[in-house]
T-cell receptor
Framework: GENVEQHPSTLSVQEGDSAVIKCTYS??????FPWYKQELGKGPQLIID?????GEKKDQRIAVTLNKTAKHFSLHITETQPEDSAVYFC???????????FGRGTSLIVHP | DVKVTQSSRYLVKRTGEKVFLECVQD?????MFWYRQDPGLGLRLIYF???????EKGDIPEGYSVSREKKERFSLILESASTNQTSMYLC??????????FGEGSRLTVL
């Protein structure tokens, strides 16, 4: 089955810095890679996703890159703000109704 | 706005009690999931259902059962709660392209 590794487990940055979270996956059949943000006391919410036919996707201050050959993908947050503080999960799946496999999460702390 | 609603946000139960966690989605999704979230362990899949009255075990089904009598409702049942089941429980349904929609979570404490 699929195995997703996520690093780091904790990331502490100053407001305005960039933050990068990295994930690797094992199953070459995976072609859908979502990222979820979980704020304190809430359920995870999808913030951005990427499919295997795309190498990079951007949405304002967040971007995701995918390297299918190396089987890794990353989340980049620029100009971090205190409201970016949350737990971030990466996931990988073949897409559609297939169950995604999650990384263990990264706790991002943005210091004002 | 699409929604997954978990009826209980916080529960405190005693060891041996039967616990029901209810989840309802309004998106007409076929597949629904129950996850358990513990610090450092991420999201672990307990059970999932791909249709009414259908269920499949996830990675950690021991001590849990589920019920899916209607498409929009998926319940998690702890037949006899134990202290090691103290955790955050998350319900989710899956959209057509593979994105998960989560509820707000149910934090269960078993004393």
């Amino acid at each position: 089955g699929e195995n997703v590794e996520q690093h780091p487990s904790t990331l502490s940055v100053q407001e305005g810095d960039s933050a990068v979270i990295k994930c690797t996956y094992s199953d070459s059949a995976s072609n859908y890679f979502p990222w979820y943000k979980q704020e304190l006391g809430k359920g995870p919410q999808l913030i951005i996703d990427i499919r295997s036919n795309v190498g990079e996707k951007k949405d304002q201050r967040i971007a995701v890159t995918l390297n299918k050959t190396a089987k890794h993908f990353s989340l980049h947050i620029t100009e971090t703000q205190p409201e970016d503080s949350a737990v971030y999960f990466c996931a990988a799946s073949p897409g559609g109704s297939y169950i995604p496999t999650f990384g263990r999460g990264t706790s991002l702390i943005v210091h004002p | 706005d699409v929604k997954v609603t978990q009826s209980s946000r916080y529960l405190v139960k005693r060891t041996g009690e039967k616990v029901f966690l209810e989840c309802v989605q309004d998106m007409d999704h076929e597949n629904m999931f129950w996850y358990r979230q513990d610090p450092g362990l991420g999201l672990r899949l307990i059970y999932f259902s791909y249709d009414v009255k259908m269920k499949e075990k996830g990675d950690i089904p021991e001590g849990y059962s589920v019920s899916r009598e209607k498409k929009e409702r998926f319940s998690l049942i702890l037949e006899s709660a134990s202290t090691n089941q103290t955790s955050m429980y998350l319900c989710a349904s899956i959209g057509g392209v593979g994105e998960l929609f989560f509820g707000e979570g149910s934090r269960l404490t078993v004393l």
